[in-house]
């Protein structure tokens, strides 16, 4: 497996807290992902990551912020957590990136459930 | 925009009869597909590319742009096939994602 570890890998919290998961790469990739996997819905974009300090936003990126101070660290926050972000959180990583068809590395996943 | 399709959420076959699941997608440039899988208990991978042509695990999948297709398929499926399976097309920097087919070989 690629180095990604996504932390934490459960979480139970109420409807209005901050919640922040952390993504952490070994690999040195230049390109990351935050997914949300949802039944019916499949994979959706939440945002990504194409450099330090450079991100954009994904599909489904309202409630959602994210940062990137360092190569191997990609942080996604819900400011104020709904019931509607209960979710199964991917982190995903790429060396080539997207325009040049590079395979993408995903961690384990992360559990939320928001009360 | 981007938008791939996957019409089967469910798809149930015998061990030994061929498997296909569907794929169809929206761009309006030149696509790059792809086709993810997701074993129990294992992190989302990747089975194949179109640019690649090859088969892996015994699938193939061919690009059909008159379809707007990328169907994936394997003439007879094994027991270690159940997985969820996700279609994915790459352009804008992204890659987006289907919702994903639930396959589930029987004995």
């Known amino acids: 497996d690629a180095g990604i570890t996504q932390s934490p890998r459960h979480k139970v919290t109420e409807t209005g807290t901050p919640v922040t998961l952390r993504c952490h790469q070994t690999e040195n990739h230049r390109y990351m992902y935050w997914y949300r996997q949802d039944p019916g819905h499949g994979l959706r974009l939440i945002h990504y990551s194409y450099g330090v300090k450079d991100t954009d936003k994904g599909e489904v ?3 959602y912020s994210v940062s990137r101070s ?3 660290d990609f942080l996604l926050t819900l400011e104020s957590a709904t019931s509607s972000q209960t979710s199964v959180y991917f982190c ?6 997207p325009m040049n068809t590079g395979e993408l590395f ?10 | 925009a981007q938008r791939v399709t996957q019409p089967e ?13 569907k794929c169809n997608y929206s761009y309006s440039g ?8 997701q074993y129990s208990r294992q992190r989302l ?37 159940s997985a969820m399976y996700y279609c994915a097309l790459e352009g804008a920097q992204k890659l987006v994602f289907g919702q994903g087919t639930r396959l589930t070989i029987n004995p």
């Open chain 1, 92 to 97: 995903a990583i790429s060396d080539g990136g």
């Open chain 2, 9 to 21: 959420k469910l798809l149930s076959v015998f061990k030994g009869a061929p498997v296909e699941l």
């Open chain 1, 106 to 115: 995903f961690g384990e996943g992360s559990r939320l459930t928001v009360l």
């Open chain 1, 61 to 63: 990126s309202d409630g």
């Open chain 1, 70 to 72: 360092k190569t191997e």
């Open chain 2, 45 to 81: 991978q990747l089975l194949l590319r179109h640019i690649s042509r090859e088969s892996i695990k015994g699938f193939t999948a061919d690009l059909n742009k008159g379809e707007t297709s990328f169907h994936l398929k394997k003439p007879f499926a094994q027991e270690e096939d």
């Open chain 2, 30 to 37: 030149s696509p790059e597909l792809f086709w993810y899988v």
